[in-house]
């Protein structure tokens, strides 16, 4: 496992990845379905939930506590990919507005569905 400033840069690599995979995918999403529903949200809060629970089976299953990937992916890559304080500007912008429900359902989708995705990777990787 990398140590000190090396570990850093492993963060800072995976960081400055996943903000640009959230933007490309934020932005994708939100041009095919607008920007009435934050989905682009949804949608790297859900992708980012799995594949976090995915890492964490696979470093668990194989014994690679030692090893970068929980620093570059976990840490970095997927820490700058979700968005919890973006979730929480848009359902409270929505509240603001006084859309109830669509505030309502951007947390139940957002909360449901990140934590089904998380279950299902994990249920993945018992086999």
Not at 27 to 39: A, C, I, Q, R, Y
Not at 60 to 76: C, H, K, M
Not at 95 to 114: D, I, S
Request: proline share 2%.
């Amino acid at each position: 496992m990398p140590q000190g400033l090396a570990l850093y840069c492993f963060i800072a690599a995976g960081g400055a990845t996943g903000a640009c995979l959230r933007y490309f995918v934020t932005t994708s999403v939100d041009s095919l379905f607008g920007k009435h529903m934050p989905f682009g949200t949804l949608t790297v809060n859900v992708v980012g939930s799995f594949a976090l629970a995915l890492l964490y089976g696979v470093i668990e299953r194989y014994d690679l506590s030692d090893s970068p990937y929980r620093a570059l992916i976990g840490v970095g890559l997927l820490g700058a990919f979700t968005t919890f304080s973006t979730f929480s500007v848009e359902t409270l912008t929505l509240l603001e507005n006084e859309l109830w429900l669509k505030a309502a359902a951007n947390v139940f989708l957002n909360v449901g569905a990140c934590l089904l995705a998380g279950w299902l990777a994990i249920e993945l990787m018992k086999g």
